[in-house]
């Protein structure tokens, strides 16, 4: 099974995001959008793991959820991967939840790492919002620069989920389980 940990972001403020999308227009033809019901905050990308790996691996994940507490955040300006002037990844900022989300986020990935799924990321957990792809690596300054000042409703984070992610012409997500934030 492919899967990730994530956040999922309440409807509303992920409208506000949509609209603050829609109203820069579309002037990007290599940017391939996401379709906002995909739309989810990575906690813990895990990978390939197999199916018999999985008790072990949600009890570890609902052990790591249960000791971090509730949060409040909001999307909040845009970026992009690896940079605005080459970008293979646009995506709204997520604001709040000071150091409580890396941690969480560390914590899913190194419980998911000792139930099988693959090793922890090195490079800092850097929460966003995908909103689109580009395998050329266009320029999106402009883009970035026009969603600066959005400012989503702040709303509350407070469950982690484990998601299956179907891969193939049109990417299919399945919650498998999920958790609160109880700590
Ligand atoms: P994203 O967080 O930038 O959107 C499922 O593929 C989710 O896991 C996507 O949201 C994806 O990117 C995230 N993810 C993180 N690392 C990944 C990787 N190495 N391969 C695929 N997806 C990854």
Redesign the pocket.
């Known amino acids: 099974m492919r899967l ?1 940990v ?1 956040l999922s972001p309440p409807r509303e403020a992920l409208a506000e995001v949509a609209g603050a999308v829609r109203s820069v227009g579309d002037r990007w033809p290599e940017l391939r959008w996401i379709a906002p019901e995909l739309w ?1 905050v ?1 906690l813990a ?1 895990l ?1 390939e793991v197999p199916e018999r790996a999985l008790p072990s691996l949600t009890t570890r994940l609902a052990r790591a959820a249960g000791r971090y507490p509730p949060m409040t955040l909001a999307f909040a300006g845009a970026g992009a991967f690896p940079s605005a002037t080459r970008a293979n ?1 646009l ?1 709204c900022g997520v604001r709040g939840g000071g150091t409580v989300l890396p941690k969480l986020a560390a914590s899913l990935a190194a419980g998911a790492h000792r139930a099988g799924a693959r090793e922890p ?1 090195r490079r800092p957990y850097h929460p ?1 919002l ?1 909103l689109g792809r580009a395998r050329t690596g266009p320029d999106v300054r402009e883009l970035v620069e026009s969603l600066a000042s959005f400012e989503g409703t702040p709303w509350p984070a407070d469950a982690v989920h484990l998601i299956s ?1 179907h891969l193939g012409p049109h990417v299919r997500y399945e919650p498998v389980d999920a958790w609160p934030l109880t700590g």
């Open positions: 990730f994530a989810h990575t990308f990978g990844v995506w990321e966003h995908t992610s």
